[in-house]
């Protein structure tokens, strides 16, 4: 089974720092997204990724940017945290043979 | 733009009901579907995957159906226990980089 880990499952930071969130998967699967999850707006596409330093906006793109250096990590920053950007984050990679995902635990971030 | 509508909200039911969550989705044109649960502060654990060329797929006590051309799928849920509680999420893939999601089910089974 195709395993996406998340390094931190709550992380709290302060207004206008920099903010690392890390995903991991172990599948080698090229495709690997980034939302963020918020009550009564249901998941939210941040960013994705179609392979190694390839990148395509979401529906939500602004306030963040990502990263992809190796197939099997995306990195989302935030690069000045806002109280906006207080949510659940949920990383996700797609199966190539069935269009299948798979998502992480989650991280949930308040910003102070 | 693809519309997902999950109903009911909310469902408590005794346990070992059997149960039927049900999904619809406005544009047929689809990949796939896809039936998550969600236990409350984690991630998302997929369930089961409806290719858009077959009617359903089971694991365990659980069975998904899908009619593509009515736009519905349901998630049956046999003998339904305490540890079932949970929000369901029907997820749909219309072939490009993003999921549609649906609202939510939120389950709770009574003991």
């Known amino acids: 089974d195709v395993k996406v880990t998340q390094s931190s499952r709550y992380l709290v930071k302060r207004t206008g720092e920099k903010v690392f969130l890390e995903c991991v998967q172990d599948m080698d699967h090229e495709n690997m997204f980034w939302y963020r999850q918020d009550p009564g707006l249901g998941l939210r596409l941040i960013y994705f990724s179609y392979d190694v330093k390839m990148k395509e906006k979401g529906d939500i793109p602004e306030g963040y940017s990502v990263s992809r250096e190796k197939k099997e990590r995306f990195s989302l920053i935030l690069e000045s945290a806002s109280t906006n950007q207080t949510s659940m984050y949920l990383c996700?990679?797609?199966?190539?043979?069935?269009?299948?995902?798979?998502f992480g635990s989650g991280t949930r971030l308040t910003v102070v | 733009k693809q519309e997902v509508t999950q109903i009911p909200a909310a469902l408590s039911v005794p346990e070992g009901e059997n149960l039927v969550l049900n999904c619809s989705f406005t544009?047929?044109?689809?990949?796939?579907l896809q039936w998550f649960r969600q236990d409350p502060g984690k991630g998302l654990t997929s369930l089961l995957l409806i290719q858009s060329s077959q009617r359903e797929q089971t694991s365990g006590r659980l069975n998904a159906s899908l009619d593509k051309s009515s736009g519905r799928s349901t998630l049956y849920i046999a003998a339904s226990q305490p540890g079932d509680s949970a929000t369901y999420l029907c997820a749909v893939n219309s072939g490009a980089n993003n999921l549609f999601f649906g609202t939510g089910t939120r389950l709770t089974v009574i003991p």
């Open positions: 544009d047929s044109a689809i990949y796939n």
């Open positions: 996700a990679s797609r199966d190539p043979a069935n269009y299948g995902y798979t």
